[in-house]
């Protein structure tokens, strides 16, 4: 049972022109691979699949795709998507087939909680997300939405390793060494502005020719 349902049509016809015809029409080319099936070319509604995609979920959960025309249900992962480097809107989506017990291997976000309560926070410290996303592998029914770390007795200099990480039942992060996930970094120094430096060696230097003017004609009426 998936919460994201795509309604799609076949695509005859593929190619460059044919996919920039489609996209002037409102529509998203598409194409569903995998599960020792053929490929099958499809296209979608624009409008519905960008309303979905808002949803962070939607990059981390089964998707049922109906297509019309085509014989039996579509259940799928969204692989690959392809954005426009100038308005960022989804160009062609990639949709691999599987079944709820496949074991597959996705990118989950990573979601910092309880930083505000913690002590470093408290003291200008700055909390430094390393990894925003983490390679998890589990059961295709059971990928989690997000991955949360806890940071509320983080110190300045602290640091969360993968190892330190509590991933839900049945997922894995599969790492050959223990890298850093989060840092809890001290404060940065605040630089004095380089105009301000300039007026104050100037103000400095003013000073210093005084005094050595005072001292020479102190010395003169000696």
Same mark, same amino acid.
Request: proline share 3%; aromatic share 4%.
């Given at each position: 049972m998936t919460d994201f349902v795509l309604?799609? =049509?076949?695509?005859?016809k593929t190619g460059r022109a044919e996919t920039r015809r489609l996209r002037r029409t409102g529509k998203i080319p598409a194409v569903i691979y995998g599960g020792g099936k053929q490929n099958l070319p499809v296209v979608l509604d624009y409008n519905d699949t960008a309303k979905m995609m808002k949803d962070e979920h939607f990059f981390t959960s089964m998707l049922e795709v109906n297509v019309k025309g085509s014989r039996g249900k579509n259940t799928v992962l969204l692989k690959?998507?392809?954005?426009?480097?100038?308005?960022?809107?989804p160009r062609h989506l990639d949709f691999f087939r599987v079944s709820s017990e496949d074991s597959v291997t996705v990118e989950v976000p990573v979601v910092a909680i309880n930083y505000e309560k913690c002590p470093g926070i408290s003291e200008g410290g700055l909390l430094d997300i390393v990894r925003h996303t983490l390679e998890v592998t589990s059961r295709a029914d059971a990928i989690p939405e997000h991955i949360e770390i806890d940071c509320?007795?983080?110190?300045?200099?602290? *640091? #969360?390793?993968?190892?330190d990480v509590v991933?839900?039942?049945?997922?894995? #992060?599969?790492?050959?060494?223990?890298?850093?996930?989060?840092?809890?970094?001290a404060p940065k120094k605040a630089e004095p502005e380089p105009e301000l430096e300039a007026a104050e060696g100037a103000e =400095?230097?003013?000073? =210093?020719?005084?005094?050595?003017? =005072?001292? *020479?004609?102190?010395?003169?009426?000696e």
């Open positions: 309604e799609a =049509e076949l695509r005859e690959d998507t392809q954005w426009d480097p100038i308005y960022d809107t509320s007795n983080l110190e300045i200099g602290d *640091s #969360v390793h993968i190892d991933l839900p039942e049945g997922a894995e #992060v599969v790492h050959e060494m223990n890298f850093t996930v989060i840092n809890l970094a =400095e230097g003013a000073e =210093e020719g005084g005094e050595a003017g =005072e001292e *020479s004609t102190e010395a003169s009426e």
